[in-house]
Structures are given as C-alpha cells and as structure tokens.
T-cell receptor, first 115, second 114 residues
Framework: DSGVTQTPKHLITATGQRVTLRCSPR?????VYWYQQSLDQGLQFLIH???????AKGNILERFSAQQFPDLHSELNLSSLELGDSALYFC??????????????FGPGTRLTVL | DQQVKQNSPSLSVQEGRISILNCDYT??????FLWYKKYPAEGPTFLIS?????DKNEDGRFTVFLNKSAKHLSLHIVPSQPGDSAVYFC?????????????FGSGTQLTVLP
C-alpha cells in the first residue's frame, strides 16, 4: 500500500459526459501528479500540482482540468468524454516540489471506460 | 514520438536465472533514470534509479546499468523469483523544460516460471 488513495476504482460512462477522479496523497506529501495509461502504452504525464499550485503540464487535453485543494487532495475533471479517453488514470504523490529525484508514490488507479 | 522505448513487451525466465530488461531513450536531455514495477490492480512501485553520473547502481537482487553513449539502460534481476513477475516500466527525466517530468516506456511483462 503506497498510501495514495484514488476513487473511484472503476468508472463507466457515456460519450459526452463529465467525470471527476479523486486522489488523496500520502500524508505529508505536497506534490500530486496525474498520469494517463492507455492500452499498451506507458504512463503519460498529464499535470503536476505542488501545495495547491499548478507546476507543470504535460499532454493534457483542454477538455481535462485538475486542481489541488487546501487539504492537498486533488481532482482530475474530464469533460466531453470521447471513446479514446478510456484509460487507466493514475495519481502519484511526492514529498517535495517535484524535484525530479523525488520518489513518486502511485495510487492504484481509476479505470475509466467510455461507452 | 516515443522518447523512452521498451522494445520487448514480454519476457519469460526460469526461477533462479537472470532477468534482463532493456530500455532505450532518445532524448539527450535525460539524465536521471528509474525503474518501476507494477502488479495487476496496483499502481507502479519505485524499484531503483540511476543518475547519469554513474553507470551502475545496485540494490540487492536488482542492478541497473546505464550506457550513456548508446542511450541504453538495463535492469538485471538475479536470481529471479516468481514474485518478480510483474510489468516493469523504465522512466527518464532531465533537468530542463518538459524533460523535467517523468517519461515512461510502455513496459515489459516479466514472467518468472517456477
């Protein structure tokens, strides 16, 4: 158990809908990262937050947004969903500002299926 | 454009033998490399890392080798155990710009046969 929790574990929805994925980082960790893993692909970095502020963006679609709240939990919002958005979405947390040698601890992921 | 490539989707090894997982990268800005291990229904777990100032890092049964000139790294597991069966991801990062974030390979499924 990494100490990172993600809810829900599974989500099935229809095209055009909007969903929210939730992540609680390990106790004491200030950085939260979101990744997307599509079928047979590696994890693609989406976005990084540190202590409530956005620090870096990867290949995140404009239909996707995220935020980190004062209690440090984070939410990833996916809207106008398309079939291609079906994937595993992982959240990770680390202690510091996202310095690249910080170990990132991953949650178990949310499997999103768009029908 | 895949900047980190794991060309073998799967590898099977007998228990007790050596497992060698390979990874190639193309971005010369990468100077920090990691291996993560992932079991089904779990998130990836950090295994071992190496900085570009080294060419080898060892942690118990796990050793990572880095060949900067070839832009290649490998993970050796000796001896392999059935519990090592998992998907192994190689990841890389650099110190500037978009390279600062982790870039992952597509993973190699290792199966250790008893």
């Amino acid at each position: 158990d990494s100490g990172v929790t993600q809810t829900p574990k599974h989500l099935i929805t229809a095209t055009g809908q909007r969903v929210t994925l939730r992540c609680s980082p390990r106790s004491g960790d200030l950085s939260v990262y979101w990744y997307q893993q599509s079928l047979d692909q590696g994890l693609q970095f989406l976005i990084h937050y540190y202590n409530g502020e956005e620090r870096a963006k990867g290949n995140i679609l404009e239909r996707f947004s995220a935020q980190q709240f004062p209690d440090l939990h984070s939410e990833l919002n996916l809207s106008s969903l398309e079939l291609g958005d079906s994937a595993l979405y992982f959240c990770a947390s680390s202690l510091m500002t996202g310095f690249r040698t910080d170990t990132q601890y991953f949650g178990p992921g949310t499997r999103l299926t768009v029908l | 454009d895949q900047q980190v490539k794991q060309n073998s989707p799967s590898l099977s090894v007998q228990e007790g033998r050596i497992s060698i997982l390979n990874c190639d990268y193309t971005n010369s800005m990468f100077d920090y490399f990691l291996w993560y291990k992932k079991y089904p229904a779990e998130g990836p777990t950090f295994l071992i890392s190496i900085s570009s100032i080294k060419d080898k890092n060892e942690d118990g049964r796990f050793t990572v080798f880095l060949n900067k000139s070839a832009k290649h790294l490998s993970l050796h597991i000796v001896p392999s155990q059935p519990g090592d069966s998992a998907v192994y991801f190689c990841a890389a990062s650099g110190s500037e710009g978009s390279a600062r974030q982790l870039t992952f390979g597509s993973g190699t499924q290792l199966t250790v046969l008893p």
